[in-house]
């Protein structure tokens, strides 16, 4: 069980954006937060005063493009902070002090009817960051362990739909599994083996409902939806193993915490769910328990992140709210 601990106060209120909180957790020291509001990023940080850092790629003040999402990527040799815009990628040092790199998305000249932007953002394979476009393509970035000399490597071209989000494997991955995932506006998820070369291991189709926020543990894919629903997907083989009617409005965010398989859901019906994830060791079947569910009151949730690998503290923001709320043991 948990109980609301304290109050963080933001300059500015948080977007209604999927995923919209990002938190670091270094050991031995406070979490860092941050939350996007339109053209910045609020940044409350463990080290230093309150930060804020904006878009970039516009030609003047009034163009400044939209933020669509931060988040910490964590690899062996370093952490950078990954901003997405409308207009590119925005790589920092964790602190959010130095700008390493920045990458420009192609604008068409006379752009479409659909918008171009990026989102989606995960450290992958031990030296790679990935991070989705509206064009359903996904761009990883070979980084290295000290420097600005970061390269598009690869570009992985499966989607057909933007993509809403990307993650990673938190656990030990069964053999033959993939350890990264990819999902898209149509609710299509890949599964990917990375390395030198990313290789696709499967696609599972969409059935109609966006997939908003996805997660990947011990070989489980976790996946929320725009109905409402969690289902966990078998990352070997594709094959759905559970469903669960979670949220009674549109999924937001899905965070998982690796050392307990907790997952955290958070949704427009302004309900908070912790369950627990395993996988049975008799039949091998994949099951998932409810733990508590917190309501945050007339708060359409837009962003739920553990703050700890336990999962015993959760953080949340939720559109138009100037806070996160931080939760931790009952």
Known sequence: QYRRERTLVLRSSSSALYNNLAVLCPPSRPPAFGAVHGTTLSLLGNEGPPRQLQARGGASALSTPLLTQAAWCELPARVLLVLTSQRGV?????????????????????????SVFARGIAAAGGRFICVGTSSGAVLVFDIPPKGTNVTLSEILEQHRDPITDIAAEQGQAP?????????????TLCLWSTGEEFTLLGKIPGSGSTCSSVTLWNGIVAAGYGNGQIRLWEAGSGRIRAQVSAHARWIYALDLAPLTGKLLSGAEDSFVHVWKLSRNPDTDGIEIQHCHAECVTDTQVCGVRFCDPAGDTFAVTGYDLSEILCYGPA
């Open 175 to 187: 053999d033959g599994a993939g350890d990264l995932v990819t999902a898209d506006d149509s609710g």
């Open 90 to 114: 925005q790589m920092y040092e964790s602190d959010g002090s130095t700008m390493v790199f920045w990458h420009a998305l192609n604008i068409p000249e006379h752009p479409a009817a659909h």
